[in-house]
Every structure is written in C-alpha cells, then in structure tokens.
Antibody, heavy 123, light 107 residues
C-alpha cells in the first residue's frame, strides 16, 4: 500500500523559510519511473503544482516560484523535502505531496496523494 | 506554461443525469491529460489518466476522451457521491498546470 504524509509548521512568519517533509512508504524513489511532486491549494482555489523530483535526481519547478523553491530527497529515509523561501501571506495554503509514475513513456498521473498540511503565513 | 481552461465553472445536475465537463489546453498536449475529483477538506483523487484510462478502483460511469487541445470528462449517470469539484491537469510538460475547476452541485 502506497502512502504519503506531509509534515511541517502550521504557522510561519512573513519572510521566513518554510520547510516541508513528505514521508512515503510502499514505493522507492530509487525505482525507475517513480517521482514525488508537491502541490499547494489556497482556500477556494485550484491546485497549483510547485515542484517534482524524479528517481534519477531530475528536479522541476514552477515557473513563477522557481527562485524560491528547492526540492530534495533522502532515499534512505523515504523522504522528499521542499523548502520555500521568503514566505508571504499569499502563500497560505494546504500543501500536498503526491506520487507520480512514469512507465514505458506513459504518465500515470498523480495517483496517490498525502492528506495535506495547512500552512498559514502571518505575523 | 500551458494554460488549462475548464468549462463550465459550475453546474447543477440531478442524480442519474449525464454530465460532461470540458477542458481545453492552450497548445497541443497529445493525450497527456489527467482528471481529478476533489471533495471538501480532502486531497484530489485521480480519476482518469492519459486522457481516457480509468484509474484502478474508479467506477466505470466515469470516462474521459480527447487529444490535442480538447478533452472531456463524462459521468454517465451522476450518483450522490459524485457531487464534488473536478480538475483537469496537463502532464505534457513542466510546469504541470491545472484547470480552474468545475463544481458539480445538486439541482
């Protein structure tokens, strides 16, 4: 059974750096085709894709946020970490991590999601 | 970035109705299109991947079609548990982008 769980602070102050951890089980990020993405969703808004890290260490970022984001993985701990610098109240959202599979040149979507962690940015 | 536009933004329907939601990409994305269902307070759930492939465990009343720039999600007979918000997402290129959502409400 594949599961993912997000963890991190519920409240951060403006200008601070946010660090979120996605801890997963049921698959390995050393397996070809496995990837973990971060997505956020502000209240009442559509999901916004933030970043992805792949089994082969490739990293991908949102165009508008790439200067503020860093994604990394620790395969021994089955964790993916996202850092976002210079937090602002507009970054208040629920942050999700999700698995993405890429097999035989086919994308299988974000097939398993964590429950999400809500982050509020306020002084 | 590829822009995804859904229509309608919301709709009202009755149990048993056939419902169709449309998603248009700002440029051709082949069949790299996924559909998700989201209920309040929950994470999105994958329904359809690669435009028309049904995710394991998803009822067969859900179907997807299309390629290039125009895509459709169809619910053949709306059930009470289907009242939710639906999002399309392109997986053709990064950054991945989502549509703005279609809220399906009870008439």
């Amino acid at each position: 059974q594949v599961t993912l769980r997000e963890s991190g602070p519920a409240l951060v102050k403006p200008t601070q750096t946010l660090t979120l951890t996605c801890t997963f089980s049921g698959f390995s990020l050393t397996t070809s085709g496995m990837c973990v993405s971060w997505i956020r969703q502000a209240p009442g808004k559509a999901p916004e894709w933030l970043a992805r890290i792949d089994w082969d260490d490739d990293e991908y970022y949102s165009t508008s946020l790439k200067t503020r984001l860093t994604i990394s993985k620790d395969t021994s701990k089955n964790q993916v970490v996202l850092t976002m610098t210079n937090m602002d109240p507009v970054d208040t959202a629920t942050y999700y991590c999700a698995r993405r599979k890429w097999l035989d040149s086919r994308d299988y979507g974000l097939d398993v999601w964590g429950q999400g962690t809500t982050v509020t940015v306020s002084s | 970035d590829i822009q995804m536009t859904q229509s309608p933004s919301s709709l009202s329907a009755s149990v048993g109705d056939r419902v169709t939601i449309t998603c248009r990409a700002s440029r051709a994305i082949s069949s790299y299109l996924n559909w998700y269902q989201q209920k309040p307070g929950k994470a999105p759930k994958l329904l359809i991947y690669a435009a028309s492939s049904l995710q394991s465990g998803v009822p067969s009343r859900f179907s997807g079609s299309g390629s290039g720039t125009d895509f459709t999600l169809t619910i053949s007979s709306l059930q009470p548990e289907d009242f939710a918000t639906y999002y399309c997402q392109q997986s053709y290129s990064t950054p991945r982008t989502f549509g703005q959502g279609t809220k399906v409400e009870i008439k």
